[in-house]
């Protein structure tokens, strides 16, 4: 169990304290235990009673909570006021701007107890007439449960494409003479999809057996003589097919192409954007592909909030095949995160140093993710920031701006003669925080202006740059980094998503900045 479900559970329990109106310093200790765990270094299930019971922040009686947990995984008290709690004032509970105090003042004073209810409530403007509540407040839980409820019946690519692919094994393996492959919004590579769509063609139909899953499956039998027609139907997005003819009965895509007097277009890029005009003028985009990344940036160690230490980050990098490893931890404004003050950074350079005189010609390179503060600077010196090799700039707090404040803030970041990159530009959360509104091709232009490279955050909940803005990022000659944000060692398997992503923008190998070999990467950065 890793610390961050441990400290999710104990800010949980504290909350159903509260909730139910239990004693406030206990509650708080609860929460503050949360927060103490999240930047615990140590793996709290790796020590014993006596060790959790000393730990910093977390004290004799939350300690024994956690052995409890990391020893049988469940904890008592939290199953006893879950099972004491309406099902709905929980969903309450996980919606944003809504702490326990004011879920239970909904739920007994107002008798609150859905999502739905509470909707309404915002709905009819009768929240704001509530105890601690206000017009503001309203409209914020109002946008947050929409949000919600527009997400549901949604899943993230990362979470289907395993079990996809398997099923698809399962069904050759059931049924050797059809042809079996994915299609839909899973094979386009989309980053939230639906559904799963999988073809089977066969010359006679048939019996798929019921098969387990929370993702919805949806299949499409055919003959075999209709296979590529089948197949590209269900696979474009409909803007994409509305511009092709295809006929009945082709049993390739690729004839359908030439039907069309067009290049064979991926997949990934048919959403109806440019891929038809692209293919008639032979002019589609070689897209990256995951063996054309040399190194990984953007990566935590345990210095800041990363599980694995310095050493094993760089190890697993270099055994993945990559040429150079880049860390960047958290910077000093990050307290939440552990982050790096001045005498740690010098700390972690001399580890570099060493570790990069024994594992040469592998190479480590010095970086920071320095936190963009609410007036646009970072949060170093200037005699810190020149340490670095590179430096990736991100907001991480204040999230709640406006366009106009979040422009401002972000181009004045960009605008810092020691950003290399914009990290997760808008910090969305897919399906869970939409993020803040920024004006793209204003952010894309101040990049464009001062030789920053975008990220494409390849955490499969982030996927930040959207991949509908790698088109106009690669007209104004904007690379991309494709990061995976690894907080571990497997963290580094994140880096497939991003990729995928980058395909459906059009993203080539060579305007992405962690294709570029060691030597390359070196001479830009001094550049």
């Known amino acids: 169990m890793t610390n961050k479900e441990i400290s999710s559970l104990i800010k949980l329990t504290g909350q159903l304290m509260e909730l139910h109106g239990e004693n406030k310093f206990k509650t708080k200790s609860y929460a503050n235990a949360s927060f103490q765990i999240g930047k615990n270094p140590k793996q709290l299930d790796q ?15 939350i300690g024994a909570k956690i052995f409890e947990l990391t020893t ?4 008592t008290v939290l199953e006893e006021h879950i099972n004491k709690t309406p099902k709905g004032v929980l969903d309450i509970l996980t919606v944003k701007g809504v702490g326990a105090s004011k879920v239970r003042v909904l739920w007994k004073d107002m008798e609150i107890e859905s999502m739905g209810e509470l909707l309404q409530l915002c709905e009819e403007n009768r929240l704001i007439e509530v105890k601690g509540f206000g017009a503001k407040t309203q409209e914020s839980i109002k946008q947050n449960i929409q ?5 549901e019946g949604k899943f993230h690519y990362a979470a289907a494409e395993n079990f996809a692919l398997q099923l698809v094994d ?37 019996e798929i057996p019921e098969f387990e899953s929370n993702i919805p499956i949806v299949f499409h039998q055919c003959k075999s003589s209709e296979f590529g027609s089948v197949q590209l139907k269900t696979t ?19 004839e359908i192409y030439k039907l069309n007097e067009l290049e064979y277009i991926e997949p990934e890029l048919r959403e109806g954007l440019s891929e038809i005009s692209w293919a008639k003028s032979n002019s589609l985009p070689t897209l990256v592909k995951d063996e054309d990344l040399k190194g990984i940036l953007h990566n935590h160690s345990n210095y800041s909030d990363g599980r694995n230490t310095l050493e094993e980050m760089a190890v697993a990098c270099r055994d ?5 490893f880049g860390i960047a931890d958290h910077s000093k404004t990050a307290v939440y995160a552990n982050g790096l003050y001045p005498e740690d950074v010098l700390k972690q350079h001399q580890e570099i140093d060493e570790l990069n005189q024994k594992m040469s010609p592998f190479k480590i390179l010095k970086g920071i993710e320095s936190d963009i503060l609410y007036d646009g600077s970072l949060d ?19 999230l709640k701006m406006d366009e106009a404040k979040a422009n401002e803030r972000l181009i004045k970041a960009i605008e810092n003669p020691y950003t290399t990159i914009l990290g997760h530009p808008t910090s969305r959360l897919l399906l869970s925080r939409k993020g803040y509104p920024i004006n793209h091709k204003k952010i894309i232009d101040a990049c464009a202006a001062n030789n920053v490279v975008i990220e494409i955050n390849a955490n499969p909940l982030r996927l930040d740059l959207d991949w509908r803005h790698i088109q106009y990022a690669l007209e104004k000659n904007v690379m991309l980094s494709i990061n995976p944000d690894a ?13 995928c992503v980058a395909r459906k923008g059009g993203l080539t190998k060579a305007m992405t900045f962690n294709a570029m070999s060691l030597s390359e990467i070196e001479t830009y950065l001094v550049k």
């Open 47 to 61: 020590l014993n009673l006596l060790e959790l019971e000393g730990a910093y922040g977390i004290g004799k009686s």
């Open 487 to 499: 907080h571990n060692t497997e963290g580094f398997n994140h880096m497939h998503y991003g990729v």
């Open 170 to 206: 399962q069904l050759r393996n059931l049924f050797p003479n059809a042809q079996v492959e994915l299609s839909g919004e899973i094979r386009r590579k989309c980053e939230i999809i639906e559904q799963i769509d999988i073809i089977i063609s066969s010359e006679n139909e048939v």
């Open 72 to 75: 049988t995984g469940k904890l």
């Open 320 to 324: 993945l095949g990559m040429e150079y």
């Open 236 to 254: 474009g997005s409909e803007s994409h097919i509305k511009l092709l003819k295809i006929p009945d009965e082709v049993s390739s895509e690729v």
């Open 147 to 151: 949000y919600r409820i527009s997400s």
């Open 380 to 398: 170093y010196e200037e005699d810190i920031l020149r340490l670095f090799d590179y430096v990736v700039a991100s907001v991480h707090s204040q």
